[in-house]
């Protein structure tokens, strides 16, 4: 029962709409001594809320008389209420709530979007008769005429679904639940019916069906999210992201840690463009946000299991569980899932395969009909064979140079590999002032491990062996109310504070013996038949002087250590004003006050001092001259904001102009003889337009353009200089750059077995040519990386009865990208040609039971292409390539299920 179902219900009873007074409720919700106990910190962040809320006049509620109420256990409550208000639900005709359905007067600016239990609240009501408008995407819009009197008065809604309509998709990018085409910026989701129907099991799959997003995946440690041209996948310890990561409201930006398995899934969604006032500091041009399945009413649950080539198998499921109806609910799920790396290493072992186990516990509670509890508990173990960094240079031990032939030659055989371990938990209280207007307060704390060793230079030889072991541990406390006035101004505000320990240890042992080609005559590294060219000693050459004729060790070993310190606090404040029924304003703002501190450390291990190290002056190491801990730190004050107008055309279309600034913190990094830099911030500037509607009930359709200028752009570029000892991997300031673009998809339900879909994305992404100062870029007009001029991908969802209890199913998709470089430097030869995947889904499913039998091919047209091209190998001129996955067919089995309807605690037991 909600808060005005409660008052409703006697109300209603007796006819009377006349409010009376009440004993006052104490909503103090008391929380300052709560987050003390966690971080003295929180309190700057509480005292900023406080004087926001004092600052904001919308938050004013029109005093009137009181209500007394009083059902079951339920105490007195005190609320403001408007003179006339309407209260009520919409739902299907399974009595199925609606989330995010358009509830409005026609003609006027009032109007509200159902809250997540599908009931809306309209204020600011004329007395007399009214027109009242609900809509949802896939269903008819009704109609309904109602007399409002004075006080509260009562409405539900059932809608119709349409005979041929497109899947309803409901975001939350606006911290409030709205339809897809209500939010008046370029937003992109797969919802869980498409993660079932095309089986996306990897987050590379994403980009496929988001135009403007590209995930490469070079292992579960290293994904570089790529959003309108802007790659984010620095993993240093004070590495800050461009595209922030979200799980459940919660930000797992760092690269070890935001690779999610995709189970149990209520949608991905892909917000595009700066989205700083939204989701914070790290979301410079976008964010990705994965929200999974909450605890339910209903007793439902899946399992499912499947087989493919190169040893795959899996399993996942989840089960839901009612254990007190409307009080208490909760949530199982878990995943597991194995495949045998595609690339056999000679040495042993395979490479680039996976071994993930996931689970995830949700409870949720609700004690009354003001407040709700949502805890979560999320695991994951990755435990993966490394990665194929091979050589096109160099042959394998059986004389094989191509990459595609999908066999390298990496000496540490299987002592490759990628593990983590993410361990995370979330909880979320909500208490409702009115069904618009709730407090929210969203705490969480996460653990990462990970750790990696890979073969740099990619061939038998031992010259460029490293690993990384990274440690992270992250808190961070969001306060947020959401305010509905009048039902002409909704929004939100609220502060936040995220605090983040993270650091990184790179070990490096080369065998010098072998590592001396790759400075001297790196073409001689192996032999024909792929084994290493051993040189024991240093050549006698006059310009080696002394040097000449020292010996080469070989198990020469050395390690930098660095840690971060990074917090941030946030205050933020967005809104959108429904000026006319047609016009509507969106503006928003978030002040960011961050303090970093970076720590970095060269100790000296017990191994053979380097002799090549007097080559590069880092002696008695190679790489990382040593030196004592060194800290470099920085706080700054900064304001993104956004501001935006949109245009109701119709009921069911609109168009919208945005624009936003995006702000990347300065970079502090250290140089490999310990050298502190710190690089400016890097700024943007996006404008934006586009077009949402949906025509004849089964065609949705949505354009976007857009234009960035960015300044102190901050470029990733591998550092190798033997004169002054540097090689690393280095941020630069590459200047001024610009992109713009267009994206655009499309989708049609031609009948209801048969529905087409496709999305379209142009990416002019470059350098600028000359900078602030009117002087040459280093790289004037180079693409950026990772981002193709042109992508594009299409499907079609077929599906045809066999009978009354069976249908057939069959999904083609094929997806399309134009040539792009893997570094900014655009280096010839590591680039990737224009290349298509073809994936397919057919299958068989059954009504009773409801089990689906399916089977899968992932480039079923054996499509060559690459992963990842250049990595440490760069460094040395000889850089290795990762190859892309070669034709894979499985098959996997599901069972949906539903139990009883009764509460757990209600069942008999036979």
Same mark, same amino acid.
């Given at each position: 029962?909600s808060?005005?179902?409660?008052?409703?219900?006697?109300?209603?009873?007796?006819?009377?709409?006349?409010?009376?007074?009440?004993?006052?409720?104490?909503?103090?919700?008391?929380?300052?001594?709560?987050?003390?106990?966690?971080?003295?910190?929180?309190?700057?962040?509480?005292l900023?809320?406080?004087?926001?809320?004092?600052?904001?006049?919308?938050?004013?509620?029109?005093?009137?008389?009181?209500?007394?109420?009083?059902?079951?256990?339920?105490?007195?409550?005190?609320?403001?209420?408007?003179?006339?208000?309407?209260?009520?639900?919409?739902?299907?005709?399974?009595?199925?709530?609606?989330?995010g359905?358009?509830?409005? =007067?026609?003609?006027?600016?009032?109007?509200?979007?159902?809250?997540?239990?599908?009931?809306?609240?309209?204020?600011?009501?004329?007395?007399?008769?009214?027109?009242?408008?609900?809509?949802?995407?896939?269903?008819?819009?009704?109609?309904?005429?109602?007399?409002?009197?004075?006080?509260?008065?009562?409405?539900?809604?059932?809608?119709?679904?349409?005979?041929?309509?497109?899947?309803?998709?409901?975001?939350?990018?606006?911290k409030?639940?709205?339809?897809?085409?209500?939010?008046?910026?370029?937003?992109?989701?797969?919802?869980?019916?498409?993660?079932?129907?095309?089986?996306?099991?990897?987050?590379?799959?994403?980009?496929?069906?988001?135009p403007?997003?590209?995930?490469?995946i070079?292992?579960?440690?290293?994904p570089?999210?790529?959003?309108?041209?802007?790659?984010?996948?620095?993993?240093?310890?004070?590495?800050?992201?461009?595209?922030?990561?979200?799980?459940?409201?919660?930000?797992?930006?760092?690269?070890?840690?935001?690779?999610?398995?995709?189970?149990?899934?209520?949608?991905?969604?892909?917000?595009?463009?700066?989205?700083?006032?939204?989701?914070?500091?790290g979301a410079?041009?976008?964010?990705?946000?994965?929200?999974?399945?909450?605890?339910?009413?209903?007793g439902?649950?899946?399992?499912?299991?499947?087989?493919?080539?190169?040893?795959?198998?899996?399993?996942?499921?989840?089960?839901?569980?009612?254990?007190?109806?409307?009080?208490?609910?909760?949530?199982?799920?878990?995943?597991?899932?194995?495949? +045998?790396? !595609?690339?056999?290493?000679?040495?042993?072992?395979?490479?680039?395969?996976?071994?993930?186990?996931?689970?995830?516990?949700?409870?949720?509670?609700?004690?009354?009909?003001?407040?709700?509890?949502?805890?979560?508990?999320? !695991?994951?173990?990755?435990?993966?064979?490394?990665?194929?960094? &091979?050589?096109?240079?160099?042959?394998?031990?059986?004389?094989?140079?191509?990459?595609?032939?999908?066999?390298?030659?990496? +000496?540490?055989?299987?002592?490759?590999?990628?593990?983590?371990?993410?361990?995370?938990?979330?909880?979320?209280?909500?208490? !409702?002032?009115?069904?618009?207007?709730?407090?929210?307060?969203?705490?969480?704390?996460?653990?990462?491990?990970?750790?990696? &060793?890979?073969?740099?230079?990619?061939?038998?030889?031992?010259?460029?062996?490293?690993?990384?072991?990274?440690?992270?541990?992250?808190?961070?406390?969001?306060?947020?109310?959401?305010?509905?006035?009048?039902?002409?101004?909704?929004?939100?505000?609220?502060?936040?504070?995220?605090?983040?320990?993270?650091?990184?240890?790179?070990?490096?042992?080369?065998?010098?013996?072998?590592?001396?080609?790759?400075?001297?005559?790196?073409?001689?590294?192996?032999?024909?038949?792929?084994?290493p060219?051993?040189v024991?000693?240093?050549?006698?050459?006059?310009?080696l002087?002394?040097?000449?004729?020292?010996?080469?060790?070989?198990?020469?070993?050395?390690?930098?250590?660095?840690?971060?310190?990074?917090q941030?606090?946030?205050?933020?404040a967005d809104a959108?004003?429904?000026?006319?029924?047609?016009?509507?304003?969106?503006?928003?703002?978030?002040?960011?006050?961050?303090?970093?501190k970076?720590?970095?450390?060269?100790?000296?291990?017990?191994?053979?001092?380097?002799?090549?190290?007097?080559?590069?002056g880092? /002696?008695?190491?190679?790489?990382?001259?040593?030196s004592?801990?060194?800290?470099?730190?920085?706080?700054?004050?900064?304001?993104?904001?956004?501001?935006?107008?949109?245009?109701?055309?119709?009921?069911?279309?609109?168009?919208?102009?945005?624009?936003s600034?995006?702000?990347?913190?300065?970079?502090l990094?250290f140089?490999?003889?310990?050298?502190?830099?710190?690089?400016?911030?890097?700024?943007?500037?996006?404008?934006?337009?586009?077009?949402?509607?949906?025509?004849?009930?089964?065609?949705?359709?949505?354009?976007?353009?857009?234009?960035?200028?960015?300044? +102190?752009?901050?470029?990733?570029?591998?550092?190798a200089?033997?004169?002054?000892?540097?090689?690393?991997?280095?941020?630069?300031?590459?200047?001024?750059?610009?992109?713009?673009?267009?994206?655009?998809?499309?989708?049609?339900?031609i009948?209801?077995?048969?529905?087409?879909?496709?999305?379209?994305?142009?990416?002019h992404?470059?350098?600028?040519?000359? +900078?602030?100062?009117?002087?040459?870029? =280093?790289?004037?007009?180079?693409?950026?990386?990772?981002?193709?001029?042109?992508?594009?991908?299409?499907?079609?969802?077929?599906?045809?009865?066999?009978?009354?209890t069976?249908?057939?199913?069959?999904l083609?998709?094929?997806?399309?990208?134009?040539?792009?470089?893997?570094?900014?430097?655009?280096?010839?030869?590591?680039?990737?040609?224009?290349?298509?995947?073809?994936?397919?889904q057919?299958?068989?499913?059954?009504?009773?039971?409801?089990?689906?039998?399916?089977? /899968?091919?992932?480039?079923?047209?054996?499509?060559?292409?690459?992963?990842?091209?250049?990595?440490?190998?760069?460094?040395?001129?000889?850089?290795?390539?990762?190859?892309?996955?070669?034709?894979?067919?499985g098959?996997?089995?599901?069972?949906?299920?539903?139990?009883?309807?009764?509460?757990?605690?209600?069942?008999?037991?036979?």
């Open positions: 029962m808060i005005h179902q409660m008052l409703f219900s006697n109300s209603f009873k007796k006819n009377k709409f006349a409010l009376k007074s009440i004993k006052p409720f104490n909503t103090n919700l008391n929380l300052i001594p709560f987050l003390r106990k966690y971080l003295k910190a929180m309190k700057r962040v509480i900023l809320l406080l004087v926001l809320l004092l600052c904001t006049p919308s938050f004013s509620q029109k005093k009137r008389d009181k209500v007394k109420r009083k059902y079951r256990s339920v105490e007195s409550v005190n609320r403001d209420l408007p003179e006339i208000y309407l209260w009520g639900k919409v739902m299907d005709e399974d009595d199925v709530l609606l989330p359905a358009s509830v409005i =007067l026609p003609g006027t600016r009032l109007g509200v979007h159902a809250n997540s239990d599908g009931e809306y609240l309209l204020t600011g009501l004329s007395s007399g008769r009214q027109r009242i408008e609900a809509s949802f995407i896939g269903y008819k819009s009704k109609y309904i005429d109602i007399v409002l009197q004075d006080g509260p008065n009562e409405l539900y809604f059932t809608l119709d679904e349409e005979a041929v309509n497109l899947d309803p998709i409901v975001v939350s990018s606006q409030r639940e709205q339809q897809i085409l209500d939010v008046p910026s370029t937003i992109s989701v797969i919802d869980n019916k498409t993660i079932g129907r095309l089986d996306i099991k990897e987050l590379n799959h994403l980009s496929d069906f988001i403007g997003l590209n995930v490469r070079q292992n579960t440690l290293r570089s999210y790529v959003i309108r041209g802007l790659t984010s996948d620095e993993v240093s310890p004070n590495a800050q992201p461009r595209v922030s990561v979200f799980y459940n409201n919660i930000p797992i930006s760092r690269g070890s840690g935001s690779i999610t398995e995709l189970y149990d899934m209520e949608r991905v969604e892909v917000h595009k463009g700066p989205q700083g006032t939204l989701f914070g500091r410079q041009i976008g964010a990705i946000h994965f929200l999974s399945k909450k605890p339910t009413n209903i439902e649950g899946y399992a499912s299991a499947r087989y493919g080539d190169f040893g795959q198998k899996g399993a996942e499921g989840a089960v839901n569980i009612p254990i007190l109806e409307n009080k208490l609910m909760v949530r199982a799920a878990g995943s597991y899932n194995f495949r +045998d790396g !595609y690339v056999n290493n000679t040495f042993g072992g395979t490479l680039n395969g996976l071994n993930t186990i996931a689970g995830r516990f949700s409870l949720r509670f609700i004690p009354s009909v003001f407040t709700r509890f949502d805890l979560e508990v999320n !695991y994951q173990k990755d435990d993966a064979p490394g990665t194929a960094f &091979m050589s096109k240079m160099f042959p394998n031990t059986n004389g094989i140079t191509d990459v595609f032939g999908y066999e390298a030659s990496l +000496d540490k055989g299987e002592d490759l590999k990628t593990q983590k371990d993410v361990l995370t938990t979330i909880l979320n209280a909500r208490h !409702y002032l009115t069904e618009h207007n709730y407090i929210t307060s969203i705490t969480s704390y996460r653990t990462n491990t990970a750790y990696a &060793m890979w073969d740099g230079d990619g061939t038998a030889a031992e010259a460029i062996n490293m690993s990384e072991d990274n440690k992270a541990n992250q808190f961070t406390q969001e306060l947020r109310y959401n305010f509905s006035r009048n039902s002409k101004l909704n929004g939100f505000i609220g502060a936040s504070y995220w605090r983040e320990n993270a650091s990184q240890d790179y070990w490096f042992g080369p065998n010098e013996q072998h590592m001396f080609h790759l400075f001297f005559d790196p073409n001689n590294l192996v032999m024909p038949n792929g084994q060219i051993t024991p000693a240093l050549p006698p050459i006059p310009e002087g002394s040097l000449g004729g020292m010996p080469l060790p070989i198990n020469h070993k050395e390690i930098n250590k660095a840690e971060a310190l990074n941030s606090y946030e205050a933020f959108t004003y429904n000026l006319t029924w047609w016009l509507r304003v969106t503006a928003g703002v978030r002040i960011i006050y961050d303090r970093f970076l720590n970095s450390e060269t100790p000296l291990l017990e191994s053979t001092p380097s002799t090549l190290g007097m080559l590069t880092n /002696y008695p190491n190679l790489f990382f001259k040593p004592e801990k060194k800290e470099i730190k920085d706080n700054s004050m900064a304001l993104t904001y956004r501001a935006g107008l949109n245009i109701k055309l119709t009921e069911n279309a609109n168009i919208y102009w945005n624009y600034k995006g702000r990347r913190p300065k970079v990094q140089s490999s003889n310990g050298e502190s830099e710190t690089l400016a911030a890097e700024i943007v500037d996006n404008f934006e337009m586009g077009f949402k509607g949906i025509f004849w009930s089964r065609l949705w359709t949505d354009i976007g353009i857009y234009y960035f200028n960015y300044a +102190d752009f901050q470029t990733s570029a591998w550092i200089d033997p004169s002054t000892g540097e090689f690393n991997y280095l941020i630069k300031d590459g200047g001024k750059a610009t992109a713009y673009g267009v994206e655009a998809t499309l989708k049609y339900a009948n209801k077995n048969i529905e087409i879909f496709g999305n379209y994305a142009y990416s992404a470059r350098f600028d040519s000359i +900078d602030h100062n009117g002087n040459e870029q =280093l790289y004037a007009g180079n693409s950026f990386r990772l981002t193709p001029d042109h992508s594009f991908g299409v499907g079609l969802n077929l599906t045809a009865a066999i009978g009354e069976m249908k057939f199913f069959l083609p998709t094929y997806s399309f990208k134009s040539q792009f470089y893997f570094e900014d430097a655009n280096t010839e030869g590591l680039e990737q040609d224009a290349y298509g995947l073809l994936n397919l057919t299958g068989l499913k059954f009504n009773d039971p409801n089990i689906t039998f399916s089977v /899968y091919a992932n480039n079923l047209l054996g499509e060559k292409y690459l992963i990842s091209a250049g990595n440490t190998g760069s460094l040395f001129g000889v850089p290795t390539f990762i190859p892309g996955a070669p034709r894979m067919i098959t996997k089995l599901t069972w949906n299920f539903t139990m009883e309807k009764k509460p757990y605690y209600q069942r008999r037991r036979k």
